[in-house]
């Protein structure tokens, strides 16, 4: 599947020079529980990464994949203070209670 372990480094390709420079290094992973949906098998995780060029600078990415495919990926590069006001003001319209999200778990 192609996953990210601890210690990988991830490489983005400088817009300027088109040459691939090392961003980040992966710290630590979190792999949620596979989840059923409508379009198949879904696998989600999150990254804690370090900044390759600033040390102590870090990102949490969410990356997800798809039926063993990765899918997509948001990256946060925010304070914790930023991301708990999000999840209080999502938890506060109810947007986790809506219907959509898989539910059901497969083994």
């Not at 420079?21 to 370090?50: H, N, T």
């Not at 900044?51 to 990926?73: E, L, V």
């Not at 959509?100 to 083994?107: L, N, Q, T």
């Given at each position: 599947?192609?996953r990210?372990?601890?210690?990988?480094?991830?490489?983005?390709?400088?817009?300027?020079?088109?040459?691939?420079?090392?961003?980040?290094?992966?710290?630590?992973?979190?792999?949620?529980?596979?989840?059923?949906?409508?379009?198949?098998?879904?696998?989600?995780?999150?990254?804690?990464?370090?900044?390759?060029?600033?040390?102590?600078?870090?990102?949490?990415?969410?990356?997800?994949?798809?039926?063993?495919?990765?899918?997509?990926?948001?990256?946060?590069?925010?304070?914790?203070?930023?991301?708990?006001?999000?999840?209080?003001?999502?938890?506060?319209?109810?947007?986790?209670?809506?219907a959509?999200?898989?539910?059901?778990?497969?083994?």
């Open positions: 599947m192609g990210r372990q601890v210690g990988d480094v991830r490489y983005f390709k400088d817009p300027r020079t088109k040459k691939k420079v090392p961003v980040s290094r992966i710290v630590e992973v979190v792999r949620g529980p596979r989840v059923s949906g409508d379009w198949g098998v879904y696998d989600f995780e999150a990254w804690l990464e370090e900044d390759c060029s600033t040390q102590g600078i870090h990102y949490i990415s969410f990356p997800y994949y798809r039926n063993g495919r990765f899918a997509g990926q948001t990256t946060l590069r925010a304070p914790p203070r930023a991301v708990q006001d999000l999840i209080r003001q999502i938890t506060r319209r109810g947007w986790l209670r809506l959509g999200w898989p539910v059901s778990r497969s083994p």
